[in-house]
C-alpha cells in the first residue's frame, strides 16, 4: 500500500503528558500537512510543509504543538503538557503539485484522548 | 477561500440517485470545486473536482452553472457504503494551499 500511513491509530494519554504522533507520506510528495478534526466538524488546518521546511502555521497551533520535517519524507507532530481540549483526531496528508490543481491525499488519522 | 454553505444531513435509500448542492456565492474567478468524502474514522478523500460545467469521473458527476455560485455533486445509484460526510471547498491552490472544510453534509443510505 503506498498511502499515506500514520502511527499511531489511537492514543490515550493523562493531561500533562507529552505526544508525538508519524506520518509517513505518499513517496516522492513534496507537500505534507497536518489538520485536527473534533467530532462533528470538517477538519482544521494545523500547519504545511514543502519538502523540509515548514512555510506556514494555524493560529490553532499553540506553543505546546511542534511539526518536524527533518528530511523532507515522514513528519512528526508533539503535544506537550497536553490538555483535555487537545482530544481530537489528527490527520495527516500529503500532495504532490499538479496543475491546476493538487489533490491532498489524507492518512487514516490519530486519535488523541486526553483523560 | 469562498465560504461554502451545504445542507448538514441528507436521507436516501440504496439504489437513488443523490443531489448534494453547495452554494458559493462568493467564489473567485480562479477558484476551483472540489468534493471530498470521509467514512467514520478515516480521512477524507477525494471525489471529484470542477471548474465549470460538469465533470465526471467514475465515482460521481459536479455540475456547476455558468454563474459558478453554485455546484451539485450527484452520486448515482446509492449503497449503503456510500454512508458518509461529503465536503464541499473551493479555493484556488495556487496561493492558498491549505483546505479549508466547512461541516459537510452528513448522507444516510438505507436500505
Known amino acids: 500500500d503506498t498511502g499515506v500511513s500514520q502511527d499511531p491509530r489511537h492514543k490515550i494519554t493523562k493531561r500533562g503528558q507529552n505526544v508525538t504522533f508519524r506520518c509517513d507520506p505518499i513517496s516522492e510528495h513534496n507537500r505534507l500537512y497536518w489538520y485536527r478534526q473534533t467530532l462533528g466538524q470538517g477538519p482544521e488546518f494545523l500547519t504545511y510543509?514543502?519538502?523540509?521546511?515548514?512555510?506556514?502555521k494555524s493560529r490553532l497551533l499553540s506553543d505546546r504543538f511542534s511539526a518536524e520535517r527533518p528530511k523532507g519524507s515522514f513528519s512528526t507532530l508533539e503535544i506537550q503538557r497536553t490538555e483535555q481540549g487537545d482530544s481530537a483526531m489528527y490527520l495527516c496528508?500529503?500532495?504532490?503539485?499538479?496543475?491546476?490543481?493538487?489533490?491532498?491525499?489524507f492518512g487514516p488519522g490519530t486519535r488523541l484522548l486526553v483523560l | 477561500l469562498a465560504k461554502t454553505t451545504q445542507p448538514i444531513s441528507m436521507d436516501s435509500y440504496e439504489g437513488q440517485e443523490v443531489n448534494i448542492t453547495c452554494s458559493h456565492n462568493n467564489i473567485a474567478t480562479n477558484d476551483y470545486i472540489t468534493w471530498y468524502q470521509q467514512f467514520p474514522s478515516q480521512g477524507p478523500r477525494f471525489i471529484i473536482q470542477g471548474y465549470k460545467t460538469k465533470v465526471t469521473n467514475e465515482v460521481a458527476s459536479l455540475f456547476i452553472p455558468a454563474d459558478r455560485k453554485s455546484s451539485t455533486l450527484s452520486l448515482p445509484r446509492v449503497s449503503l457504503s456510500d454512508t458518509a460526510v461529503y465536503y464541499c471547498l473551493v479555493g484556488a491552490m495556487d496561493s492558498s494551499y491549505k483546505l479549508i472544510f466547512g461541516s459537510g453534509t452528513r448522507l444516510l443510505v438505507r436500505p
Open positions: 496528508a500529503s500532495s504532490e503539485r499538479e496543475a491546476p490543481q493538487e489533490t491532498q491525499y
Open positions: 510543509f514543502q519538502n523540509e521546511a515548514q512555510l506556514e
